[in-house]
């Protein structure tokens, strides 16, 4: 993440702390001096903010440390105002896997917060109010805290720990993809019903809270989409979706020859091959019309071409060749057979969009039939 800089690493991951942190900090302290309690005071909350934080990060590292004993590296956790973000490998794909990766972070703060309420003895002053953080004792408003990190956390909705854990339930009886719709839609209603409670008053009126119901909505759905075009694509490679009735271009080809190709079919990116017949580089539609007006049509293809590197194999993952296209800025990605060298195919978003299209009707059938 951007502007943010590492404090410490810890088996294998490095903690980082976002700038804006800083800012927070900043205005704990300047609260704190204004409020006129003097320094002693306003270094207080700025230690109690850090030692939220350090709850935070243990949290994290209880994601973190549950999936390494599944094989799951975590290159960094970062902290932001909003809290700590664990950037995970990958999320475990069996339920039980999940479920623990996801239960083990609230399990650090319900061991922190065990630990605290043990160590204090029970105090019968405690008040765990709604200020919560402006009064009572420093380790008694800290595990008042961890409880809060608790209860927040788990609350049934992505992109909470709470969501991952019911998707994991539902997931031991339905099917990946149907767990996860469900789960989303389950933290949706959640998100939408605490939103329209507080829009009529039945709720107190919170703009904070009214922000984060806004922002599981839109996590939810996005969890949903992601899965399902996973999904989609899953056990597809890229000879399934790749398109093999092409034309090329030959490396001494001039615009001409492009527009000759572009008006005779519906293919828009053409590769254009090297002496040996190998590939050389791509002739996009957008290029060769822009070429065309500038350089006139007896200039060769060669100067216009964008050269693509990230060829992609027959037998390569369709989500990962996916993401090649994606990440490069050629709308068309070769595809070289890895024996012979030789151009098999062209992978275009608008081939892999019919070969879904067309997958999804098959699907239909079957389940209709
Ligand atoms: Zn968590």
């Known amino acids: 993440m951007k502007w943010s800089f590492r404090i410490f690493t810890f088996a294998g991951t490095e903690v980082r702390i976002h700038v804006t942190f800083f800012l927070l900090l900043l205005f704990v302290a300047s609260q704190g001096l204004m409020s006129g309690q003097g320094m002693a005071v306003a270094l207080e909350s700025m230690l109690f903010i850090v030692t939220m934080f350090a709850c935070v990060v243990l949290h994290e ?15 960094d956790i970062t902290l932001l105002p909003i809290g700590g973000v664990a950037r995970l490998e990958r999320m475990p794909r069996k339920p039980s896997q999940e479920f623990v990766v996801a239960i083990c972070g609230p399990l650090v703060n319900v061991i922190i917060a065990a630990a605290i309420f043990l160590g204090l003895g029970i105090n019968a002053e405690f008040n765990p109010g709604y200020d919560f953080l402006k009064t009572g004792h420093f380790f008694q408003k800290l595990m008042v805290w961890n409880v809060f990190m608790v209860v927040f956390n788990l609350i049934p909705a992505f992109p909470m ?33 605490v ?23 839109m996590a939810a759905g996005q969890e949903a989409a992601s899965v399902t075009q996973q999904e989609a694509t899953r056990d597809l490679r890229v000879k399934d979706a790749m398109l093999t009735d092409f034309r090329t271009l030959p490396p001494q080809a001039t615009l001409r020859d492009g527009v000759t190709l572009l008006l005779a079919g519906t293919q828009q990116d053409f590769p254009v091959l090297n002496l040996q017949g190998g590939i050389q580089g791509m002739l996009t539609r957008h ?11 007896a200039h060769p293809v060669i100067d216009v071409m964008r050269r693509c590197p990230d060829a992609t194999g027959p037998a ?37 969009g019919e070969t879904l299209m067309v997958r999804a009707a098959l699907m239909k059938m079957r389940t209709t039939s």
């Open 161 to 193: 720990d709470g969501g991952r854990v019911l998707r994991a339930l539902l997931a031991w009886f339905l099917d990946y993809g149907k767990a996860t719709r469900l789960a989303a839609s389950i933290g949706q209603g959640i998100a939408m019903l």
């Open 61 to 75: 590292f209880g994601h973190v440390l549950a999936a390494r004993g599944y094989g799951i590296r975590t290159p």
């Open 195 to 217: 939103g329209i409670a507080m829009l009529l008053n039945k709720v107190e009126f919170h703009p904070m809270l009214l922000l984060i119901c806004f922002f599981i909505f």
């Open 287 to 297: 290029d060769l019309i822009s070429a065309l007006a500038e350089k006139g049509p």
């Open 316 to 352: 390569i993952d369709l989500t990962q060749a996916l993401d090649a296209l994606g990440a490069s800025d050629c709308p068309a990605l070769p595809v070289i057979d890895p024996l012979s060298g030789e151009l098999v195919g062209l992978l275009t978003a608008e081939n892999i």
